[in-house]
Structures are given as C-alpha cells and as structure tokens.
C-alpha cells in the first residue's frame, strides 16, 4: 500500500512533494530512508508480487516436470500432523469419508460396472487395518472374524494363524449391492504359497483392485537380524516385483505397508528382542526392492504409525486414531477422483474446461494482442523520431521525480517518459482488460488445476486469535486524525469495512465456522456490511435527493459490484449465486434503490417542503419489511418467485438448488432495512439539532454520554452473551435475524459518541476496506483454494511463510483488480443515463446467448 495512503494528506512524505529543488518542495538532500520509503508504495509491492508469481510458477513447474502431477503419489508418500493431531498430505487435501461417503462412493462405481475389490495381505498390522477398514461400511464381521478380532485385541496374535503356520483363512467381507468384496490374507513372509496367490488373482483379472500388502518375515520376533537374513528377506521380496507388477498392469494399484516402528518400553515379553533399528533395517530392503516398480511404497503410512508411537497399544499395534487415518487414506486414494469432493483434492483429476471459459480467455487473448500490437506500433514510432503523447498526470509525476536527479540522470527521465507514453496513453480500457485477462488467467491455474498444491484447513485457538490481535495492533498503529467530524462519515466507514472483512477472512483461512460463538460473531460482521449498505445509499438519497443521477448512480454500484464476479463467473465456470456474498448485496441494493425511488421521492429537501413526507416515509420502511416477512413466511412462495425463468440462473447452485439462497437471504432479511431506518432516524435527529456533529466535541453532554455508552455497551455484551449461551445454529440464527440492529447500533454508538474517537481512525483498516468486496470475492480463487474448502500452497513445508507469501500476493491482486474496475466504470457506466441504457442493453443482447446455453430460457 501506498505510504502517503497510511500517513494521510498531510506531512511531507516523498510521494506527493518534490524534493531537491522543486517549486514548493521541500528544501533539502533526500536521504537513502527517504528514497528507501518512497518505493515502499502499492505498485512496487504489486511489481514484488508478480516476480513472486513468476518465480512460483517456474519453481511449481519444476516440480511436476521432475516429480510428477499426480497428486496420489503426494497422498502415499509423506505429510505432517497439524496441530489438532490429524493428518496433512504433502501438497493436497483430504476429505473425512463418512459412512455416507463411503456406500456413496462404491455405489457410484457399481452403477457403472465397477468390481470394488480391495485385497489385504500381510501380519497382524494389516489385519487391525482390514478390520478397520471394513467397519467403515458397517459391514457385519463374520463369525470365524470376530473369534480372530477378540484374540488379536487379547494380545493372542499366534490365534490369527492356521494349523500350516503360515496363511491364514480368508475372511471375506462381500457386498453385492455396492459390487465390494474386501478380504484379509494372512501372511509373515513371502513364499511359495503367497506368489501362488498373487498369480490367482492375476488369473481372475479383477480390473481396478487394491492391493495392501506388509510382512517381515518370521524371525523378527526373535530378534535375530542378521545380513544373511537381510539378504535373504531382499531375495524373497524380489520374488514379488514381477506378480505386483502384473498386477498394476491391469490397471490395479498395489501398496506396501511398511513395518511400523515399536515403543520398545511397553512391549510384551514376546515382543522384547524387537528393536527398532532392525524394523528399520527391513525396511530400507523393502524401499531398496520395490523402488523402481511399479507397485507404491506407502511411505505416510509409516509415517501415521511413528508419529502415533506414544498411543501404540502394547507397544507394537497401532491405535485407533492411526487406523482411522490410514483407511482415510485409502478411500481418498480410491474414491477423489469419482466423488469430486472440494475438499478432497489428492487423486482427484483437475476440473475439465467449458466452452464459455475458452471463449472468455479467448476475448482476453484478443485484448492482449491488441495491446501488445499498440505498444509495438508506438515503439516504432518513438525509434523514427516521433513526438509522443504524455498524460498529463505521468508528465507531472516525472517532473516532479526528475528535478532533485535531472542532473544526474541526464537524458533518463525523458527515456522513461517515452516508455511510459508507449504503454499508457489511448487503448486504456484496453490495458485493462489485457491485465484483468492475466490476473483471470492466474485465478485459473490456482483454483482450477492441479499445477499449484492445496492443503486442508486447520483450526485452533491459536490460529485465529493470533493473527486477529495482530491485525489490530497495525490497525491501531496506523490511526490518525480525520478529514470529518460527522458520524459515519467517509473514513469510518472504509475503517469499519476494513476491519469487518480482515476478521472475516482470518475465520474463512482457519476454519473457525466450527466454533459456535465465533460463527455467530462474524455474521453480525456482515450483518454490519449490508446494514451499512442500507444506511450509506440511505443517506445519499436523502442528501441528493436523487434523479437522473440517482439511475446513474445505481447502475455504477451495480457495476462495481458484480463486475469481478461476473468474469469469475465466465473464468472459473461457477454460477453468480456461488458467490453468495455479491448477489446478496446486488439483491439489497436493488431493494433499496426501488424504494427509494418510489414516488414521491423523500430527501431533506422534500421534508422540508411538505413535513407529509415523514408519513410517506414510514410507509415506506413499513411497506418493505412487510414484503420481506410474506415472504420469510412462505417458503413456497419464496421460491416460486426466485426459480422464475430467466433470473432463476442468478439463485440457483450448480445442483439446481436454491437453498443456499434461501438460506442467506434469510439471514439477513430485515438488516438493510435496519441501515435505511436508522440512517432515516440519524438524519432527521441531526436535521433537530438532538446532538452536534459538525465539530470535534462529544455528541452529548456528560451525564447524557454516559447513559448512552452503557447502553450501546449493554447491547453489545448481550449480543455476546447470547451467542456463548445458545447451543442450536438454527436458533442463534433465527433470533439473530431479529436482534442483529441492536450490537450494530451499539458500536456506532460508541465509535461516536467520543469526539477524540469520531475524529480519529485507523488509515490501515481503511486502505483495506476501500477493496474490501475484490478481497471477499477473490479469496475464494487465489488465497484459499478448492473452492475455499482449502488453503493454496505456493510453499510447500512452511506453512506460517505460505500464508504470509500468498496473503501478499491476493492483497495485490485484490488492490489491483480495484484498480481496474475504477478505470472501466466510466465507460461502462457513463454520467448520461442514456448511454447507460444503452450499454446495458448491450451487456443483455450480449448474455442472451450464455443465458440460452444455462437453460435461463
């Protein structure tokens, strides 16, 4: 961000007075602090960003050239545990399969023919992950199962074997409803019998197979590790390379269990001469042999195991918890790719293209190549001699910066200039649309392919309040005095909106939704936003008085508002009411324009010419709260009218659903109206002199302060403690919908009712709250990925530096992608109503033919 925006107007920062000699400047030698902090601006930190993007990309690219895309190969190979004790794949996300999920799954598969045959092999860790694994599906144990299970849990492992000693019976888990047969076979080493086996298997060509295969050998419980057994063990496992490789061949996958480690202090006295260092000497075989295979050492499986030693029961079985993780794994591994669950991106294929996204990128090919012929043009016209135009703006930021270094320089400024000229000047729109095409383009390849990595997200205390209380401290660090002394005025307002969507971003980053209090607490921040949606509109009615400018004006918000949105709609292939927070405010702001201009339209002036007004207002207020509650009351009405065609498009989800709409809608049904009633209410309180807010003194005196600020306290702390006291997320949000004016009244109170307060705020909260809506509509792509279920990876292992390298970047591109849209306002919504007509028919001639292709028609 720019610094002249953090420290304000006034002072004598570098970035709006010449130094070294200018007219007006400041008098003296600027120091290498000075230079240092006049480069500490937002397009230098946007020029940081994109080598910081380039360099992703390269170091991304790599990667996957050297290691490969496939992100199952991330799943089964390493990862950490996070701080709530689950596990985090290297690079991609993992979806909690429930019961639900599971039978969803292989029911899928088998309504297309597939056989969902799963095939354990292995000692008594693989048995506890067999049993595990089938008690995901509820399945029924079988007898004979259920005796080996007790004698497992008793420590009796010798009772799992049959009379040869060597492979067990093979319990059988079969399901003809979901075409799943899962199996158990046991096995302490590789022999005759168990290749035999292997070779049946291939025989019965079971296509699409898994495969869990981990033993030793049988000495390991002696504890006699010799070379000539490691050898020996190394020759019986090459003996399987070739069946595993048969296998994968018919397009099975195959896994080896690697040995887990023990905790050598709470083993059985049967288990006492097993040592760690001979597990791991076993298997850097089992890694040596199966290396260059194609069966998959399963490397996060060994890992689950020994960061879960401390559990381990009696020493050597894995406990539960580990379980659950590794059958995680499994049916991640299994089922991703068909279920196309956000958050379960390892295994899962990236989103095929549409044909509205190849068109859409198409156009922004088009702009580029324009611009790149228009810069190439004028670049050969500066080589022939030919005098250029200079915005008027650009002459003067070069005269400025070349007077204190004309000297030096010499013919440099003038070189620069020219550059400048070459690239800016006509065809700006154009520019814009060329720079918004690379940002699109960057949206894409994060958040809809697999080229960058995504991790699940994690939630602690920790991890929200912290960066919370953080962002606080820079907000308070960055106050200062303000331009206004009204209640609400401007830089409130941009302060107010600032801080609402930085909290709400942390809680959308660390998952917090799962915290009741929390939840509750960050819809009342955006119960702030649309309340403040209804009063600033509100105001600007009553204060204008509305007309030609008023239509004008609607049209620009509206622009403002959906024009990220639109395109991401285009880009990313997600419908309008997937971003639910812009066609909420979209809807408000129709709502709120189409009362206002209800004849007779009332302002301060009209109240002043006929005092009827008042009446007419409070009808007003009345009659729209009234339309709201008929249809809060009847669902089926509710509906009835948002799935007509063709706006039906504009509510639905991409499963034809409206709920979600019904769902937010709901929420904040009565908050707008809230803003308009208490802006009404503010306005014509000032407009009888009940308080002063024209200076910098307090609103009230004394006494009368007092009384106020307990009670705006009051109303705050009840709302607190009403979203600790109640236990129900549909209650707290019902009762919500009716009481959410009362904290938001009460922290304006308080906000204003200081003069020292009122006249002061906090520049950083303010700077973010001018971007707030391109940071709430692009966190969804480039901060936070698969579709916001996850956290985008730019650095893989380093998670606290990811964040803090990927908020950069999105707190860029956000500043930039404002930037844009302010340059392409005005010729999208020109100042004559009638050219915004105009273009406005335009845009719908121009949708007609992707509203056909959505079934809008």
């Known amino acids: 961000m720019e610094l002249r925006e953090l420290r304000g107007s006034g002072g004598n920062e570098l970035g709006g007075i010449c130094i070294g000699g200018a007219a007006g400047g400041v008098h003296r030698v600027p120091t290498k602090a000075d230079l240092f902090m006049e480069q500490l601006n937002a397009a230098n930190a946007k020029k940081v960003a994109l080598l910081l993007v380039m360099g992703f990309v390269l170091y991304h690219g790599l990667l996957n050239w050297n290691y490969g895309s496939d992100s199952c190969q991330w799943l089964l190979s390493k990862g950490r545990f996070k701080g709530d004790n689950e596990w985090q794949p290297y690079g991609c996300m993992v979806h909690k399969y429930s019961l639900t999920d599971t039978r969803r799954c292989l029911r899928y598969l088998a309504f297309f023919g597939n056989k969902n045959n799963f095939v354990f092999i292995g000692d008594s860790s693989v048995r506890l992950l067999y049993q595990r694994f089938i008690e995901q599906l509820h399945l029924p144990l079988l007898e004979d199962d259920n005796n080996a299970s007790h004698a497992a849990a008793a420590g009796n492992d010798d009772a799992q074997d049959d009379d040869t000693g060597e492979l067990g019976a093979a319990p059988r888990f079969e399901d003809k409803k979901l075409h799943m047969l899962a199996q158990y076979i046991r096995a302490d080493e590789v022999n005759d019998s168990l290749i035999e086996l292997l070779a049946q298997f291939e025989a019965q060509k079971q296509l699409a197979s898994v495969y869990v295969v981990g033993l030793t050998h049988t000495g390991l419980l002696a504890g006699n590790v010799t070379e000539e ?64 295979t194609d069966a998959t050492v399963w490397e996060s499986a060994w890992q689950i195991a020994n960061g879960l030693l401390d559990n381990a029961i009696d020493g050597h079985r894995l406990c539960a918890h580990g379980l659950r993780l590794e059958v995680q794994l499994l049916w991640n591994m299994y089922c991703n790719d068909y279920m196309n669950y956000n958050d379960g991106t390892c295994c899962s294929s990236a989103e095929p293209h549409t044909t509205l996204q190849i068109v859409a990128y198409a156009l922004f090919g088009v702009c580029m190549t324009i611009v790149c012929v228009m810069c190439l043009r004028r670049w050969l016209l500066h080589l022939r001699g030919h ?137 009342l921040l955006i119960s702030g936003y649309f309340f403040l949606t209804g009063y600033t509109h509100f105001t600007h009615v009553w204060q204008t008085g509305g007309n030609y400018s008023l239509f004008v004006r609607f049209f620009q918000s509206m622009f403002r508002i959906n024009f990220l949105t639109v395109l991401l709609c285009f880009c990313m292939n997600r419908p309008y009411q997937f971003y639910y927070f812009v066609p909420l405010l979209s809807f408000w702001l129709c709502v709120v324009y189409f009362v206002l201009s209800l004849p007779p339209r009332i302002s301060a002036s009209s109240v002043d010419a006929n005092p009827l007004h008042y009446l007419y207002l409070v009808c007003k207020c009345i009659g729209c709260l009234s339309v709201i509650t008929v249809l809060f009351m009847s669902e089926v009405f509710f509906e009835r009218i948002f799935v007509t065609r063709p706006w039906k498009a504009l509510f639905v989800t991409t499963d034809d659903d409206i709920h979600e709409w019904w769902y937010q809608w709901k929420l904040d049904r009565y908050t707008v109206t809230f803003g308009m009633i208490y802006a009404a209410c503010f306005h014509i309180a000032q407009k009888y002199s009940v308080f002063d807010d024209n200076n910098h003194g307090n609103l009230f005196s004394r006494r009368t302060s007092i009384s106020v600020t307990l009670l705006a306290l009051l109303g705050v702390g009840t709302y607190t403690s009403f979203s600790f006291l109640c236990r129900n997320v549909q209650n707290c949000e019902e009762i919500h919908s009716y009481i959410v004016f009362i904290p938001i009244i009460g922290y304006v109170v308080l906000r204003n009712i200081s003069g020292i307060l009122r006249t002061r705020y906090s520049n950083f909260f303010a700077w973010f709250g001018r971007i707030s809506l391109e940071l709430f509509v692009c966190q969804y792509h480039i901060w936070l990925a698969a579709d916001r279920h996850g956290v985008l990876v730019l650095l893989p292992g380093f998670p606290t530096l990811n964040m803090i390298i990927t908020s950069f970047i999105f707190v860029c591109a956000s500043h930039e992608v404002h930037r844009l849209t302010q340059i392409l306002v005005p010729f999208a919504v020109p100042n004559d109503w009638r050219l915004v007509m105009r273009n406005f028919v335009v845009f719908l001639i121009v949708l007609i033919p992707v509203a056909k292709s959505d079934g809008m028609f």
């Open 229 to 292: 057994l490691l050898r020996q063990y190394s020759a019986n496992l090459t003996r399987l390379v070739m069946p595993f490789d048969r296998l994968v061949a018919q397009t099975s996958r195959v896994l080896w269990k690697l040995a887990d480690r023990v905790d050598e202090e709470k083993l059985p006295p049967s288990w006492k001469l097993v040592l760690n260092e001979d597990i791991d000497r076993l298997n850097r075989v089992a890694r040596s042999v199966f290396r260059y």
């Open 387 to 523: 005098t250029l135009y200079v915005p008027l703006r650009q002459h003067r930021s070069n005269t400025c910066s070349g007077a204190g270094s004309s000297s030096s320089s010499g013919g440099g400024s003038s070189a620069s200039s020219a550059f400048t000229a070459i690239i800016t000047d006509y065809g700006r729109p154009m520019v814009a649309l060329s720079l918004l095409g690379l940002i699109m383009a960057y949206f894409y390849l994060c958040d809809r392919t697999n080229f960058f990595m995504k991790e699940n997200k994690y939630y602690s205390e920790f991890s929200f309040w912290i960066p919370v209380g953080y962002v606080f401290a820079l907000g308070l660090f960055f106050t200062e005095d303000s331009r206004f002394t009204k209640v609400l005025n401007r830089d409130q307002i941009d302060e107010l909106r600032g801080w609402i969507l930085l909290v709400v971003l942390i809680y959308y980053m660390t998952g917090a939704q799962r915290v009741l209090p929390i939840h509750m607490h960050i819809k």
